[in-house]
């Protein structure tokens, strides 16, 4: 096999036997893309990748963050590269050791940064877009949307992955949710949530079928995760909001306020989707550092 067939065949298995999604995919894809070409002549076969030394590993690295890559997408890059040259040592081409000895860069772990429960409220008001100046059914659309990521802990990718036939009728109902590597969750839906998709649907124009999308665009096609960013923007200047106010902010503040009501972590998690348990135990960092910061500011000699 071609070293472009061993690429091709790698996602496939990546897809298909471990589930990875496809944006997951796609930039592993393109890592190794960059890699074989950083390499150029000396990178045209399966062999020739695994016979790379720890210095050209290190090179290509320290080129990417001259670039101006974060420490974050360097370590994916890394992941990428180290699961390519795994699966080139399954097949036979030779051994990946040049690829574990590499250490990643350091990647500084900072706390999710919520919104306060007013602010998060505000995002979805119709009462927070008087004044804007597009559609009121655009206006709609983005409470709506607003809502699915605060009030049911959504992605922003799995509230715009949503179908017209997934609308729940009432309160009472659950949205099935397939987040990262297809793990299916069931989310309670809230009655201010099913208000605001109603009220989106009474005033959008087109025409939605059931196996349609339930988030669309000004033209009827499939909704833009920028547009949800670019209407965030906006709507952060007219509260008077931090640039940490981002779509992604909404589903933090779901499960720092959850947990701050006395939300068992466990649940929490089950509600983000989250593979593993230490991912959600970071927002109980979150509230002891929100409770130390109150205990500063309010005590007699701080």
């Known amino acids: 096999m071609s070293l472009e067939d061993c690429r091709i065949a790698w996602l496939r298995e990546l897809s298909r036997e471990r589930l990875y999604s496809t944006k997951t995919s796609e930039a592993y894809g393109r890592d190794v893309l960059q890699f074989i070409a950083f390499l150029a002549d000396d990178c045209r076969s399966p062999k020739d990748f695994l016979a790379v030394k720890p210095a050209d590993l290190r090179l290509f690295l320290a080129e990417r963050r001259e670039k101006g890559i974060e420490s974050r997408s360097l370590m994916r890059q890394l992941a990428g590269l180290r699961s390519f040259a795994r699966f080139l040592e399954r097949e036979g081409h030779g051994h990946a050791s040049a690829f574990k000895a590499v250490k990643g860069p350091r990647v500084k772990k900072g706390l999710p940064r919520p919104l306060t429960p007013g602010d998060a409220r505000a995002m979805s008001a119709t009462a927070s877009r008087i004044g804007d100046v597009r559609e009121p059914w655009i206006l709609a659309r983005d409470a709506a949307v607003f809502a699915l990521l605060y009030g049911a802990g959504l992605r922003i990718s799995e509230a715009l992955s949503l179908k017209r036939g997934d609308v729940p009728r009432s309160s009472r109902d659950t949205l099935v949710i397939t987040g990262k590597g297809g793990k299916a969750r069931h989310v309670p839906v809230l009655p201010q949530i099913v208000t605001a998709i109603d009220s989106y649907l009474a005033q959008c124009p087109w025409k939605m079928p059931a196996d349609g999308p339930l988030f669309v665009g000004a033209k009827g096609g499939a909704l833009s995760p920028?547009?949800?960013?670019?209407?965030?923007?906006?709507?952060?200047?007219?509260?008077?909001?931090?640039?940490?106010?981002?779509?992604h902010a909404l589903r933090h503040s779901f499960a720092t306020h959850l947990l701050a009501r006395g939300g068992d972590l466990r649940t929490i998690q089950e509600l983000l989707g989250h593979a593993s348990l230490s991912t959600t135990q970071v927002y109980t960092e979150v509230n002891t550092a929100r409770l130390m910061a109150s205990y500063k500011a309010a005590h007699p000699r701080a």
Request: hydrophobic fraction near 45%; avoid cysteine.
């Open 226 to 247: 920028r547009i949800i960013q670019l209407a965030m923007e906006g709507l952060r200047g007219a509260l008077g909001l931090p640039d940490t106010a981002t779509p």
